[in-house]
């Protein structure tokens, strides 16, 4: 297991841009894909973004494709989530996720979890 901390949230207006790290501790963080999911008010937990261990694969939600990056840091142990042109419908928690396969998109397949981090975008 690892433990993820995420951080960087807060409230920004449309347009605007966020950056959100997620900081992992405990087994060793490379051997990790990493993946950013979030959940808005009465909707579920949705994929965002998801980068494969060593950061040459990413994949991205069509709904952030071109908006959001993801990218990490193995010798610092940080997953970053980089957010521009931020519209009121990316408002929700953000969590960040580990998973032992290459990469994916799917929650089941993430198994640890951060506590998450609130965004809110004004309009």
């Known amino acids: 297991q690892v433990q993820l901390v995420e951080s960087g949230g807060g409230l920004v207006q449309a347009g605007g841009s966020l950056r959100l790290s997620c900081a992992a501790s405990?087994?060793?963080?490379?051997?990790?894909?990493m993946g950013w999911f979030r959940q808005a008010p009465g909707k579920e937990r949705e994929f965002v973004a998801a980068?494969?261990?060593?950061?040459?694969?990413?994949h991205y939600a069509d709904s952030v494709k071109g908006r959001f990056t993801i990218s990490r840091d193995n010798a610092k142990n940080t997953v970053y989530l980089q957010m521009n042109s931020l519209k009121p419908e990316d408002t929700a928690v953000y969590y960040c996720?580990?998973?032992?396969?290459?990469?994916?998109?799917?929650?089941?397949?993430?198994?640890?979890w951060g506590q998450g981090t609130q965004v809110t975008v004004s309009s």
């Open positions: 996720a580990a998973t032992t396969r290459f990469i994916a998109n799917m929650r089941i397949d993430f198994g640890s």
């Open positions: 980068i494969s261990w060593s950061g040459g694969t990413t």
């Open positions: 405990g087994r060793t963080f490379s051997s990790y894909a």
